[in-house]
């Protein structure tokens, strides 16, 4: 059976950092694409970082971050320790969301939730102004 287990979360001033971790059973997140998503209240869920299979060339992981978190957030994977993590620095009020990973078999990185199997069931960010 798989699970995704974010934990990390919590209330945090604007400025300040969190991270954010996921850790899978059931699956090896090495063999899989691993988003963070986020919703606020009313809002749609949407991709906030995608780690993907390593580049040829350097064998790092690949990385994909949307613009508004782009040099603020970082996502990362210990494949020992089967966890994704989220780095989240400078958090500003428009980042509080509940936050959730999720894992994919689709190699794209995609931004559309559809796409996804797997899903935690979120850990709450609020950063107060």
């Known amino acids: 059976q798989v699970q995704l287990v974010e934990s990390g979360g919590g209330l945090a001033q604007s400025g300040a950092s969190l991270r954010l971790s996921c850790t899978a059973t059931g699956l090896a997140v090495d063999y899989y694409d691993v988003a963070w998503f986020r919703q606020a209240p009313g809002e749609k869920r949407i991709r906030v970082a995608c780690v993907s299979r390593p580049d040829d060339r350097t064998g790092k992981d690949k990385t994909y971050y949307e613009e508004f978190v782009k040099g603020r957030f970082a996502i990362s994977r210990d494949n020992a320790k089967n966890t994704v993590y989220l780095a989240m620095s400078n958090l500003k009020p428009e980042d509080t969301a509940v936050y959730y990973c999720?894992?994919?078999?689709?190699?794209?990185?995609?931004?559309?939730?559809?796409?996804?199997?797997?899903w935690g069931q979120g850990t709450q960010v609020t950063a107060s102004s």
């Open positions: 999720a894992a994919t078999r689709d190699y794209s990185a995609p931004r559309d939730v559809l796409k996804y199997d797997y």
